[in-house]
């Protein structure tokens, strides 16, 4: 009788362990964790409402970026006029400016990013996969590309082909993939080496399978953490190339382009250099804690 | 017999994210010198973790209380310097792998010589002459030349050698051995055995060894403690608890695994089911659902350690009614 | 027991290695396994033993085409697999299959149960409906002692031995008529061990499997393998029915290694007599000249330094590579 109870019991917990046959995969686990990060959960609470003030900003305030008016030049931020962020030296609204440079640098650093992620992910992961000469002829030649000046690069693309903000994206994306691919590589060598491919092409799955199933699944977590902080970086690039003029033109803003204005102007009107300023630290901040969140989140040592 | 290393109530915990779990529960033993002792256990039965904690080398969210008296002193009480001095000179450990107690930029001669100049208040001479007596008697070859050597330079049979050397070397009270043989292959294996007995009978230390091998603890241990879900459900002398175990997990872990000394044609008798999930360890015994003899009160009310013979202890329900 | 499905003709693995330095860089060859053969009756299961560093599990995966051989043959069902295309060899790979040491990194961490073990059925067979996989996904689960119902959950989620299950059914699926098992249960507790073997030695009686068993542990190759074979830096030492080669190993190294086993008796293991060998296993990038055993052969003798013994193969098919075991 009381084996049959304890048999029951065992039973009882073997039901149990059936009613909670959905397992959870490591993304739920890395998602949980991500959620219980307070300064990555407060990084993208901002980062959103910037995102979204960069859209609906503009539309709020009455004035566009071409209103040009003679008797609000140098306007101190005031809840009067609307003109909240106060005016620049030729009478624009800073309200209008600063999200309509966040629209210019937000974007910026996102599609940069996404060209370095194409490019980075696939010339890495091939130059990862295939190994060997073919691994080493990619990887100096990425070598060779490192060594080239950024600024270099971006001056003689701009004497070429002249000032263009798409150039801009090009100009960044085409230096940034080099790190990726490298990140990339050397995530793509360790996975390889992990006895589950091993075992898929012990099992007869095609190289496109194992690639798409085993190998890029298992690489993308450090590349998302490295998109995150990429992000930044590459905002940060576009401010010091409008900085320097080689940038964004106007009538076009971009925060690196107000921060350039306002810097000239900053004993007289110094809220045109701390407004636009202040978002770009914020929106930095944002990307940083939102980067080391999943860095926490998605990093195996957890496991 | 004098105690080197007494253990009483031990209980070691971890904070995790999910609460804190027990590793080692209301642990009690002591280790007399001359005595060799075994500890056995599968993974997360706590038989690392208890030593690791008596020697304050846990990881740190961890936390023990109980005591853990060497000689007479509380090593869990003792401040971090005493405990420094303590360590690699009375009390010495070898882990599973060496290669990362040895220091990789010092040559291993002046690695051994220092323990001596250190705690021993040697001269260099006199330490050099020591290190060699004792690399000779472990008929080590090419001795001059392999003093000379980086720890790299090593194999892991030969780091384990070296840190036998060291506690030959120190003559500790107590020596720790952490699975000294399981990364190393049999031949090897063989070779650091016999190093071991030739330490049994040549020093008076108190030797600890950590190990899932029954094959290693018959031939080195007297007296054998079987760890399960972080207790001790067997104690006694090492005949004994080979020719008559009495807990049902030792009676089973002696049972499942092949010999080379039995030819069976036969599926092995295989203890069924998972080994315990601390996390969420049952109300009663933890061996309750892979015991074949379990009965309703093992599932619902934990056996106490008891004493069955002077030197017998075994904690389990089913041996109080026999 | 009589056909072999496998036969491996003087096999051999170099591995190519750079050394010395920037001025006079060479290329040397690692001979991983250095002429090795052996049949594989269908049905059988053949253990191979040795130390780390022996080639074991470069010669399973070198049979299995999954490291390309530098010379010699190995005959699947009569055909030499190493002269397939990479395509022809993969459509073949449903025969053979393979068990790994580790079973939590054999098993892709992003992947649930059944994604784990369909991969292998809808690789070899793309036209395979959904429930034909499904129903066999939870017949093979059945089958190697998991429920059915854990299909949907990740590998971290259970325990070392269920995981070793996992990549069992991940081989089994198939149907293999082949299995090379790599150290499959080095990795897991004792108890748990048991388990495994048991389940291993079911499945290869049940499905008439051939096993090629890798491991370093003499006494699980002894109570699950029909045939042993003892490797040693790459090359065959001996090779023989079980029985007679724990009865009576000729070899020196098999002695040497049977005797090295502990025995959880003490009374026997503290009075046998134990033949311990001096130093190291030698580097395989430069084995020693002749018998690569001599340098901890305790039996070495001038013409072991000088030649290398041939392999002798006995009246009962027994082979064994030593220049002395008449006398020993």
Redesign the interface.
Known sequence: MTLFQAQSESQLQLMDAAARLKGRSLWQDAAERFSKNKAAMGGVIVLGLIAIMSIVGPMISPYTLEDLSWESIGIAPTMENSHWFGTDDTGRDMWVLTWMGARVSLTIGVMTTFIALLIGVAYGATAGYVGGRTDNLMMRFVDVLYALPLLFFIIILVTVFGRNIYLVFVAIGCVEWLTMARIVRGQTLSVKRKEYIEAALASGVRTNTIIRRHVIPNVIGPVIVYVTLLVPTNILVESYLSFLGLGVQEPLTSWGVLISRGANALETAPWLLLIPATFLAITMFCFNFIGDGLRDALDPKDR | METVLALQHLTVRFDTKDGSVAAVNDLSLSVGRGECIGIVG??GSGKSQTFLASMGLLAGNGKATGRALFRGHDLLKMNRDHLDKLRGNRVCMIFQDSGTSLTPHMRIGDQLMEILIAHKGHTPDVARKRVLEVMESM?I?DIEKRLTQYPHEF?G??RQRVMIAMALLCEPDLLIADEPTTAL???????I??LFRALKAHTKSAIVLIT????????LCDRVVVMYGGRMVEEGP??DI?ATPKHPYTQ???R??????Q??DA??????G??PNLENLPKGCAF???CSQ??????TERPVLRELSPTRRAACHLLEAA | MSTPVLKVENLKVHFPIKSGGFLNARTLPLKAVDGVSFNVDAGECLGVVGESGCGKSTLGRAVLQLIKPTAGKVVWMGENLCDLSHETMRQKRSDLQLVFQDPLSSLNPRLTVAEIIREPLYATDASMTREEADTRIAAIMTAVGLLPEMRNRYPHEFSGGQCQRIAIARAMVLRPKLIVCDEPVSALDVSIQAQIINLLRRLQKEYGLSLIFISHDLSVVRHLCHRVMVLYLGRMMEMADRDSLFAKPLHPYTQALISAVPIPDPAKERTKEAVILSGDLPSPMNPPSGCVFRTRCPKATPVCIKDAPAIETLDNGRQIACHHWRTL
């Open positions: 599968e993974s008929r070859p194999s049979g030969m292959d049999v031949t090897v294996q063989a070779q055995l016999n899932h091998d029954l094959g290693v603890v018959a031939g090492v005949a080979f089973g872990l002696l499942c695994m092949p010999r080379l000394d030819l069976l599926d092995l008798d295989a203890i069924p998972q080994p309750a659902e892979r379990a009965n309703e009160r093992c599932t």
